[in-house]
């Protein structure tokens, strides 16, 4: 990770962040977006990408994952440096800079903070069987996609029921892997035009419905072992590797970590009405952002961006002023492509 002092570092990819990228790429600063999953998008990408999201403005309804692949587009118009997989484990205030840790190795320098992490870090929800910590310490078990230029003629399984699971069988599937889908139902919870195209790939086996009650490694591949929900009768499935797709859990523990954590008030930090936290500099936006009368919303979410990312700059700089009309700005000079 470079060595430079950051203007913002936003924590968390979600809308909130995503927006905060693109906001503060149009006053020309340099940005980190750091997310703790290998997936943009938040609360959004991992509970309800099919869900269609009615109060925003100017969308008479618009499906979430289309929301989330058009905050992407945005911020990407702009320069910004985004680390995925990345989590925020520590964040310590310096005489003139915040020292942000990630991964609990690596720090970035910045000259302010935005905290967009919502309710906190996403974590995938384990698998609880007999042979789940060794099969993942060798590589055949996971929670979420390994690169995929790297699997050759590999036979994959993918456990679980919602859409996390079906996005992923379905990236296997589009890179011309075999999945064998496992799931205690016959029924998926999932966007209906993903559910027909598993259906219609010969590359989909469907293992329904049947649970995993345990996983051993066999010369290098995994044997699962499935138990059917209906008979109780137990068959095998041998695989190069399992995907484990049972969707995230959100939680503030490595937040409560910590040093230079800022009061927290309900769900979130406490913000005035620039969005800062109680610790100058640091502000936050969206879920992570708590007063009298928020309201957890998207919408709420997108007017405090401006607000904090202008706020940073005065508190960073500020014989700077602004900021100005979007209409006045020269995108030639300002977004990456012109
Ligand atoms: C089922 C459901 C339906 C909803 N429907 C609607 C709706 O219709 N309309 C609406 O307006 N709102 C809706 N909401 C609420 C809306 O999703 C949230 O208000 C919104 O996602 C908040 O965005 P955010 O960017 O602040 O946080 P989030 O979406 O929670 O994103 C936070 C991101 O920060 C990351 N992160 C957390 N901690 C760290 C760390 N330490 N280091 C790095 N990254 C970190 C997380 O992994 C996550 O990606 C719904 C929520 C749910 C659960």
Do not use: C
């Not at 992490?117 to 996609?145: C, M, N, W």
């Amino acid at each position: 990770m470079a060595k430079d002092v950051f203007d913002i570092v936003i924590i968390g990819a979600g809308p909130a962040g995503l927006f905060a990228q693109f906001y503060a790429g149009l006053r020309e600063l340099k940005t980190a977006l750091i997310e703790s999953t290998a997936r943009v998008g938040g609360q959004i990408t991992a509970l309800y990408p099919e869900k269609t999201i009615l109060d925003l403005a100017a969308f008479i309804g618009i499906p979430g994952r289309d929301l989330v692949a058009k905050l992407d587009q945005q911020a990407q118009l702009v320069n910004g440096n985004t680390f995925l997989n990345s989590e925020v484990t520590d964040i310590k205030k310096t005489a003139s800079e915040f020292s942000v840790e990630i991964n609990h190795h690596a720090a970035i320098q910045a000259k302010s903070v935005i905290i967009a992490t919502g309710h906190g870090s996403f974590s995938p929800r384990k698998i609880d069987v007999p042979g789940a910590s060794e099969a993942q310490q060798a590589g055949l078990l996971a929670y979420t996609l390994p690169d995929l230029s790297q699997t050759k003629n590999q036979q994959f399984a993918v456990v679980g029921g919602g859409n996390t699971a079906i996005d992923y069988a379905l990236e296997l599937v589009n890179h011309g892997k075999q999945v064998h889908l496992i799931h205690r139902r016959d029924n998926f919870r999932a966007l209906e035009s993903s559910m027909t195209k598993l259906e219609n790939s010969d590359l989909t086996t469907f293992v329904t419905p049947k649970k995993i009650s345990g996983l051993t490694k066999q010369a290098g591949k995994l044997l699962i072992q499935l138990q059917d929900m209906h008979d109780d009768s137990v068959n095998t499935l041998l695989v190069d590797q399992l995907i484990a797709g049972y969707g995230f859990t959100a939680s503030f523990e490595t937040i409560d970590h910590w040093q230079d954590k800022p009061q927290q008030y309900q769900q979130g930090f406490l913000t005035d009405t620039a969005q800062m936290t109680t610790t100058p500099g640091l502000f936050a936006v969206g879920d992570a952002a708590s007063h009298l009368g928020k309201s957890d919303l998207i919408i709420s979410a997108f007017g405090e961006v401006p607000i904090a990312v202008n706020q940073a700059v005065r508190y960073f700089d500020p014989d700077r002023g602004g900021p100005q009309h979007s209409t006045a700005i020269n995108t030639k000079e300002i977004f990456k492509h012109g």
